[in-house]
């Protein structure tokens, strides 16, 4: 399901007036390092796994949900590694305006799960495995800049840096 019930019936009362929300996206690896990304049928790019926080349900939970409704792949979140509030609004086709604060997650194989990922939902026209220096084009501007994100996060662990990031007036730290 694209929409939520609860943003339906939200936006039933309030229309297409400016909606605050909770993102959360994931960078799921394979034992081969490749990442998981969809082709999303709304825009037609490719992107990392995403979606909406339902009220009360944990981020992490959301994160292994989405992954595997929109794509089969079952996975467990290793890292929480950033939580940003996008100042970009986000207008759809019908009008509604979003903004998000994102929870990214680092997930990995679930033990004895389904690795091999299908379009398991509306939300996606394609869904693979890709090499992070082979991505297909095009990619969403949001996946792009979390990707980054992703990778200066798992170069700060594999050095054994600390990680901590945030933005503070709008400069990433």
């Known amino acids: 399901m694209a929409t939520p019930q609860f943003v339906l019936e939200l936006r039933k009362k309030i229309g297409h007036d400016l909606l605050w929300l909770i993102g959360v996206t994931a960078l799921v690896r394979d034992d081969q ?55 970009r609004v986000v207008t759809y086709m019908n009008g509604d305006n979003t903004q998000y604060m994102d929870h990214s997650f680092l997930c990995e194989l679930k033990p004895g799960g389904n690795a091999k990922p299908f379009v398991g939902d509306d939300e996606s026209l394609e869904v693979g495995w890709f090499d992070w220096d082979d991505l297909p084009e095009p990619m969403t501007a949001s996946s792009v800049e979390r990707l980054a994100l992703f990778r200066r996060y798992l170069d700060d662990k594999a050095h054994g840096e600390a990680h901590t990031l945030f933005k503070f007036d709008g400069v990433l730290n």
């Open 33 to 87: 390092g490749r990442i998981l990304l969809g082709r999303r049928s709304d825009n037609g790019k490719w992107a990392l796994i995403c979606g909406i926080n339902e009220p009360g349900e944990q981020p992490a939970d959301t994160v292994a949900r989405e992954v595997k409704e929109e794509t089969g792949v079952d996975v467990i979140v290793t890292d929480l590694v950033s939580v940003i509030s996008d100042s």
